[in-house]
């Protein structure tokens, strides 16, 4: 079983407003990685890390949304202004390494934006 | 983009029957194809995985298949129990690029 931590389980903002959502990767796996699930159970992928470093991130991450892990403290993925389209459940996922590497996956934030 | 399609979008077997759920990948760099369960409410659990260099996989009553030719491969569950019903989602990357594609998803029911 998973061991990913996800905090807050549920977050209720307004439009406007920042969303913050925090993630304790599984003990020793250095790869992180968040996804978007909407209601339509469709994924997009935000952004990962290795260790503390950004790998990769697509274009909408870039603008409102910011992410960071930093050494010895959760990992955390906030929008800056929240938009009625985030909402949507936010999967942190960890794996061992990276490349052909099992992801193990929290149990996701579910953001509602008023 | 890559894309990853999942075919059935919903699939009711009988109890004791096989379920094949198919996938399709349009990257031929794609060469890591994991398989992911999501039961309601829950977040998604790894169910199996297979890399390009086999064609089959099998753990127990799971079996995977790949076709890199066609780009396509199925999760094949036998001998189906009602703990088997949940949304199976295919994904597939490429050994150089971690993020995981998703397929749209498959919801299983499994019959008495």
């Known amino acids: 079983n998973s061991k990913v931590i996800q905090t807050p389980r549920y977050l209720v903002k307004g439009q406007g407003q920042k969303a913050k959502m925090r993630c304790i990767p599984e003990?020793?796996?250095?790869?992180v990685f968040w996804y978007q699930q909407n209601k339509n159970n469709e994924f997009k992928f935000l952004i990962n890390?290795?260790?503390?470093?950004?790998?990769?991130q697509i274009d909408m991450t870039e603008k409102r949304f910011s992410a960071e892990c930093p050494s010895n403290s959760p990992c955390s993925l906030e929008i800056q202004s929240s938009e009625a389209g985030d909402s949507a459940l936010y999967l942190c996922?960890?794996?061992?390494?990276?490349?052909?590497?099992?992801?193990?996956f929290g149990p996701g934030t579910r953001l509602t934006v008023l | 983009g890559e894309k990853v399609e999942q075919h059935e979008s919903t699939l009711s077997v009988r109890e004791g029957d096989s379920a094949v759920i198919n996938c399709t990948y349009t990257?031929?760099?794609?060469?890591?194809f994991p398989w992911y369960k999501q039961e309601a409410g829950k977040s998604l659990h790894f169910v199996i995985d297979?890399?390009?260099?086999?064609d089959r996989k099998q753990s127990q009553r799971l079996i995977v298949l790949l076709d890199k030719k066609a780009k396509r491969f199925s999760l094949h569950i036998t001998a189906t129990q009602p703990e088997d019903s949940a949304i199976y989602f295919c994904?597939?990357?490429?050994?150089?690029?971690?993020?995981?594609?998703f397929g749209q998803g498959t919801k299983l029911s499994i019959k008495p």
């Open positions: 996922a960890s794996s061992l390494y990276w490349g052909y590497a099992e992801q193990f």
């Open positions: 003990k020793g796996h250095p790869v």
């Open positions: 890390f290795q260790n503390q470093e950004v790998l990769q």
């Open positions: 990257d031929t760099a794609s060469s890591y």
């Open positions: 297979i890399r390009s260099n086999v």
């Open positions: 994904a597939a990357s490429k050994y150089n690029q971690g993020k995981l594609i």
